[in-house]
């Protein structure tokens, strides 16, 4: 009885994975491509049926015992027998990195609270990718690796317990800000993720609540037909942990995010596509996304596209989403030694609540971790390999981003600081950025410079500070509607 239970509970659980449709909008007549947005997400699930409990592999739920060992004999056996469902019975299960196979459903149940474990050793290094560059660095808690049709689900706790990690993380970056090596903290400071997704297709993640991060929370990496519905990502526990990311879509495509809650202390919901060198090679978009019906708490950003933009981001679809106190709303970073396009970016429906900035846009962003510069004191020809991929140098034609075809409308709510701050580059205008429909209280409109073609309808700031948008050397910007409340500048044509 028990066992068919758990079966009936997983069809209802991912069963709603397929035939995905997009609520109807005011401006979808006018924007047809967004057709696509309908076949987002994980297109198959898991079929199989029995059910493998690890504790019949000799896993301990008394959150002292090391059980990485035994969950995975549990998922080898599921997999290995066509599929199925890997339970637990309830408790804490302390384990290292483990990696969820073909046809498995991993199901963490109401009870069960996974802890990972806080020895970087018990995570095995993989070829794998890190903020835009691929190099060797620790597999994630929890790993899909190359698969196809597998599921992560469940009302249960996925607690990376990663707080040793980010204490190991501001170490080193004090020792290395003091050297000059700002720009390589990050990758030499090897940190578990707690979920990567890498090379796989039709998975599905749902229902469960993660804890601490380590870094990065969730990675889907170089994958496609993904559905992410209804997780709890809650970093800030017991502090504010590094580049606790919430979910990154990494160079991977047809991708769904709904219902989803995160609060964490660096981007919420985020675009990524390579980074300088090392991302021009690979080449890779992030494409045919759509995140819809989710809560954003503490992070940089709502929505951020980038800053690894080298192998393009296009054909985003966001909506029916809140900003509680994020440092920005919708954040598009990238540098000059990046590359990429940012396009075809479709944004509506959004309430802030007391937000940083409600759109920024910089091509020029965190320069001291951007660009890469080797102190004279390090010889070149005895650095450590991956610091040589930094140091590659990239054509001044291939590095230069672009932001373009942006569609914002619907926004509103209370912005502590600008509404907008826009940076392009002279060598890289921001063109065409649509802004209708926009209701705000900030403290000012804000700046914009290097922009061209953005265009505004109905849109409405209510400044507790200086009136008017500044805008400079930029080109074919239409005169903003403001109601009065001084939106508009006299630079605005030039």
């Known amino acids: 009885m028990k066992k068919r239970f758990v079966c009936l509970f997983i069809i209802l659980l991912l069963a709603p994975v397929s035939g995905i449709s997009v609520r109807s909008f005011a401006q979808e007549k006018q924007t047809p491509e967004l057709k696509w947005a309908k076949k987002a997400g994980a297109m198959k699930i898991p079929k199989g049926k029995k059910v493998y409990n690890v504790s019949a592999y000799g896993a301990k739920n008394d959150s002292l015992t090391m059980n990485t060992k035994a969950i995975q004999s549990a998922i080898d056996a599921c997999a290995s027998a066509g599929g199925g469902v890997v339970t637990f019975d309830a408790g804490a299960y302390i384990t290292g990195s483990l990696f969820i196979k073909k046809g498995v459903t991993l199901l963490v149940g109401k009870s069960t609270v996974i802890l990972g474990s806080q020895d970087i050793a018990d995570y095995p290094e993989i070829d794998t990718r890190i903020a835009g560059v691929e190099l060797r660095w620790p597999a994630a808690l929890i790993n899909v690796l190359d698969q196809d049709k597998v599921a992560l689900a469940g009302e249960g706790t996925i607690h990376a317990r990663g707080k040793p990690f980010w204490d190991k993380y501001w170490t080193m970056r004090r020792d290395y800000e003091k050297k000059g090596l700002r720009w390589i903290v990050d990758y030499d400071c090897k940190r578990p993720r707690t979920l990567l997704i890498s090379g796989s297709s039709n998975v599905t993640i749902k229902g469960v609540t993660f804890k601490q991060a380590g870094f990065w929370t969730v990675q889907i990496l170089y994958s496609k037909n993904v559905t992410v519905n209804g997780i709890t990502i809650l970093n800030n526990i017991d502090g504010s942990g590094p580049s606790t990311d919430g979910i990154d879509i990494d160079s991977s495509s047809w991708i769904l995010v709904e219902n989803s809650t995160i609060d964490c202390n660096d981007d919420d919901f985020c675009l990524k596509a ?115 991929v930094f140091l590659q140098t990239v054509p001044p034609e291939q590095g230069i981003p672009h932001f373009k075809n942006v569609h914002l409308w619907n926004f509103s709510g209370t912005v502590k600081g600008a509404a907008v701050s826009i940076a392009g580059n002279k060598e890289s205008l921001i063109e065409n950025y649509f802004l209708t429909d ?56 030039r």
């Open 274 to 388: 390579g980074r300088d060198a090392d991302g021009l090679r690979v080449n890779r978009p992030t494409e045919y996304v759509v995140i819809r019906n989710c809560t954003a708490l503490k992070g940089a950003g709502l929505i951020t596209c980038g800053s690894e933009t080298s192998g393009g981001i296009r054909n985003v679809l966001a909506y029916n989403l809140i900003a509680n106190g994020t440092t920005n709303c919708i954040n598009f970073k990238s540098a000059v030694t990046r590359g990429g396009t940012v396009e075809n970016i479709y944004i509506h429906d959004i309430q802030m609540n007391n937000v940083g900035t409600m759109l920024r846009a910089t091509m020029d962003w965190n320069p001291s971790y951007s660009y890469s510069a080797l102190p004279k004191e390090y010889s070149y020809d005895s650095i450590p390999a991956h610091w040589k």
């Open 438 to 493: 926009i209701n705000v209280e900030a403290r000012a409109p804000g700046e914009i410079a290097f922009a061209k073609g953005w265009r505004f309808k109905n849109v409405s700031v209510k400044s507790s500070g200086p009136a008017e948008l500044k805008v400079t050397n930029s080109s074919d910007m239409s005169t903003p509607i403001n109601d009065g409340a001084g939106l508009a500048s006299p630079d605005s044509s």
